[in-house]
């Protein structure tokens, strides 16, 4: 369990939440983690739960029907899917999108989007990457072209979280090709366009409950007031932005990381070799000595971030070495978890199997570590 105690940016009213938070997954999402791993994509009926309890977007303005609370809270619920063990894709809905809408969208943009969010009725995604672009989203190809009081858009993307359920998808496009990054605008695409369709649900190592999707644009039309922000403005609302992803991804990982490490003391207490437990041999307290000293300072190093990030001075540098240290802190230590079950890591029975293969990806998605690295290395 995720210590809180001792934690330096929370109170007792982020206690309270937690212990909240708790609850709904003990009812609503635990009796239910097999089965989406198995259908490969989460119930609409939990979004709607997610919604009725205050789960989905809660830093956003009461106006929209929000809570109007902190980033915290994101925070705590982020902490606590990550633990369980499910990749449902509500923190992309709360970490990311809302904040996109929220504070470049217009009027009727907002009114019409932020409420069906808040409440789960309107599931959202935002398409960045295509087949032959990853990292660099200043090479996509999508288009977005003008046409009358319309654009009209053209093009691919690939590994779309939310992409199967998705009602309104943020699109990543180019409004002028001939303009690189500065041609780059974000447009709003309803799932009900004609010409939009979805392509597969992937089939991936992890993260199977997880809907990541291919999604097409042919022709697809929506009207000049789609565009979300300025036009040509996009790629610097997504550098804006980054800050807050990275960060939502590192707090994902280290709350996977203490659920890993505690699934390895669970088991190595209760597994007997050569007639004593297998936490018993001084390699086994070794290793988990080893990694509790760096999950303790893994939660301290979360805390500060947030607390710089409450403050608006989270820059991208730390953004970015916040993503990187903690996805390779949980990759080491699910890799050293799995190690210690010896092959009953490998049965996807245990629990620490399902956290090993949905760990894999956080290096890759939000920015590689190697792309983290180059940010970090600019900054110096």
């Known amino acids: 369990?995720?210590?809180?105690?001792?934690?330096?940016?929370?109170?007792?009213d982020l206690t309270l939440f937690r212990d909240q938070v708790r609850k709904f997954f003990d009812k609503a999402l635990y009796p239910h983690l097999d089965r989406w791993e198995e259908d490969g994509l989460v119930?609409?009926?939990?979004?709607?739960?997610?919604?009725?309890?205050?789960?989905?977007?809660?830093?956003?303005?009461?106006?929209?029907?929000?809570?109007?609370?902190?980033?915290?809270?994101?925070?705590v619920i982020d902490e606590e899917l990550a633990y369980a063990g499910s990749?449902?894709?509500?923190?992309?809905?709360?970490?990311?999108?809302?904040?996109?809408?929220?504070?470049?969208?217009?009027?009727?943009?907002?009114?019409?989007?932020?409420?069906?969010?808040?409440?789960?009725e309107a599931i959202t995604a935002i398409a960045m990457t295509e087949p032959g672009t990853g990292s660099d989203l200043q090479s996509v190809r999508t288009t977005a072209i003008r046409s009358g009081n319309e654009y009209v858009i053209n093009g691919s993307k690939t590994y779309i979280t939310n992409g199967q359920n998705a009602d309104l998808i943020i699109l990543v496009a180019k409004t002028d090709p001939s303009a690189g990054g500065k041609g780059i605008s974000?447009?709003?695409?309803e799932a009900t366009r004609a010409?939009?369709?979805?392509?597969?649900?992937?089939?991936?190592?992890?993260?199977?409950?997880?809907?990541?999707?291919?999604?097409?644009?042919?022709?697809?039309?929506?009207?000049?007031?789609?565009?979300?922000?300025?036009?040509?403005?996009?790629?610097?609302?997504?550098m804006s932005q980054l800050p807050q992803e990275r960060l939502g991804i590192a707090i994902s990982a280290q709350g996977g990381a203490?659920?890993?490490?505690?699934?390895?003391?669970?088991?190595?207490?209760?597994?007997?070799a050569?007639?004593?437990?297998?936490?018993?041999?001084?390699?086994?307290?070794?290793?988990?000595?080893?990694?509790?000293?760096?999950?303790?300072?893994?939660?301290?190093?979360?805390?500060?971030?947030?607390?710089?990030?409450?403050?608006?001075?989270?820059?991208?540098?730390?953004?970015?070495?916040?993503?990187?240290?903690?996805?390779e802190l949980q990759w080491e230590v699910c890799d050293?978890?799995?190690?210690?079950?010896?092959?009953?890591?490998?049965?996807n029975e245990y629990p620490i199997a399902r956290l090993w293969r949905d760990a894999r990806v956080q290096r890759i998605y939000g920015g590689t570590s190697e792309i983290m690295k180059e940010v970090v290395a600019r900054s110096i």
């Not at 974000?186 to 695409?189: A, C, D, E, R």
């Open 1 to 12: 369990m995720i210590q809180t105690d001792a934690r330096t940016v929370y109170d007792q």
């Open 43 to 75: 119930d609409r009926d939990f979004w709607l739960a997610c919604g009725e309890a205050g789960l989905l977007c809660p830093t956003l303005p009461v106006e929209y029907g929000g809570l109007g609370l902190d980033f915290r809270f994101n925070a």
């Open 87 to 120: 990749s449902a894709g509500i923190t992309l809905q709360s970490d990311i999108v809302a904040d996109y809408i929220l504070n470049y969208g217009s009027d009727e943009q907002k009114q019409q989007w932020l409420p069906k969010m808040i409440s789960g």
């Open 186 to 189: 974000l447009i709003l695409v």
């Open 195 to 238: 010409g939009f369709s979805r392509g597969r649900n992937l089939d991936k190592i992890g993260q199977n409950s997880a809907d990541t999707s291919e999604l097409f644009f042919e022709d697809v039309r929506v009207p000049i007031t789609n565009c979300l922000g300025e036009e040509g403005r996009g790629f610097a609302y997504l």
């Open 258 to 272: 203490q659920r890993a490490f505690d699934e390895a003391v669970k088991f190595t207490k209760e597994r007997k």
């Open 274 to 327: 050569f007639g004593q437990s297998v936490f018993d041999f001084q390699n086994t307290r070794f290793t988990l000595a080893g990694l509790k000293a760096k999950l303790q300072a893994g939660w301290a190093h979360i805390d500060w971030c947030l607390a710089r990030h409450l403050e608006g001075k989270l820059t991208a540098a730390e953004g970015s070495a916040a993503k990187l240290f903690h996805t």
């Open 336 to 347: 050293a978890a799995l190690q210690l079950h010896g092959g009953a890591g490998y049965m």
